[in-house]
Structures are given as C-alpha cells and as structure tokens.
C-alpha cells in the first residue's frame, strides 16, 4: 500500500485537477478584462495567447489519457462510476475546445479580435459549467477512492511512469506545458509534481533553457 506522503495514482489526478481548475479560471478573468476594456492588451497578447493554448492542449490531453489510459485501468476495480457519462462529456467539452483553438489562431493571426474574445468567453464559461460537475464526478467516485484499492507501491510507480510518458507525448511542447503545470499550483503542490520530472528538466530547462519561450505567460502564473 502507497503512504500518506507518498499519496496514490487518485491524489496525483486530483492535484491534476487543480492546474485545470486554475488555467480555466484565469483564463475566462482576462478573457473578461480583455472584453471590457475593448481590446487584448499588446503588453499581455504573446503570454495570453501561448497560457490559452497551453490550457487548451492540457485539457484535451488529460482527456485522451483518462480515455485511453486511467479509465480502462479503474474500470474493474471501481466499476461504479459513470464512465460512459464522463466519456460523453470529454467529447462535448472537446467541441468546445476545438472553437477556442480556431479563437486561438485567430487572435495570432490578428483577425476579428474582440470576436475571438467573445468566442473564447462563450466556450469557456460552458467548459466552466461542465467542468465543475465533471471534475467533481470523477474524484468522488474514482479518484478519492483509489487509496482503498489497495495497489502497491511498485504498481503505482509503474503507472506513474506509465501515465506520464503518455500524457507527455499528447501534451506539446514541453517547454510551455512543464511550466503552465508547474506554476498553476501552489508551491506545495508544485513541489509533489516536479518530483515526477526528470531533474535535468526542473533544474535546467524550465529555469534556463526553455525560459523565454514561457516567460511571456508569467502575469498568469503563480510565480
Ligand atoms: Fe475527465
Ligand atoms: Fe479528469
């Protein structure tokens, strides 16, 4: 059995959680700002655009790993929840994402900018609304349940391994991804996560290497 310290495959999704809790909701706070003052600011355009599309291929990543990985894994042990409902839900707020990309390009290409913002606006408050029951959904009846199961320590550090090398290959590029992860939690969950990365990553790349790819997001990002 993992330890407290140690937690489980079900605390590492729900802290998951957090990061897309937090981009979901700064980002529909300047999508607002941005609408009311009529324009998105030139100071914050580079880093909004690039934490938006980082939100964006984190959720969808997310969803095609519990999809494809964290589900089929849970379905036997914990076959109560509703997977098909929150499969279901996945693909609607997949249409959703989709939109927001084409908003995201848009805003690029500096095309129809206070409509792209309205669009962005619209498909992020109906994420919002499903997001909140979803996420709620799956941690009461998966994921804060997993530490009953019992799965061992070698188990969970296989998954881990597992898990996020899958999640890595759907979730590009690094250099703007690692740090939209890292500095969407707080600095104690920060902490837990970075344990997962490969050192050379937390201490060189992210700090150094990759820095001004990822710096213009920084105004969005707990730092
Ligand atoms: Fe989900
Ligand atoms: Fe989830």
Redesign the pocket.
Known sequence: MTDENQGNLGTD?IR??RI?TRGLEITIQNVNRFLEIGALKEEKREGFIKYVQSFSTVLDA??IH?NEKIFPYFKDKLPDAPYDQLMAQHKGINVLLTQINGGINNLKSNVDELKSLDLLKTSLEKIDRIWQI??KT?EEKIFERVGSLNISLEETNRLRAEFSEFFGEHAKPAYLIVPFMLYNLSPKDRVVIAQGFPEIITKQLVNADWKDEWAPMQPFLII
């Open positions: 999704i998951f959680h897309i997310h969803h519990e979803h996420m799956e």
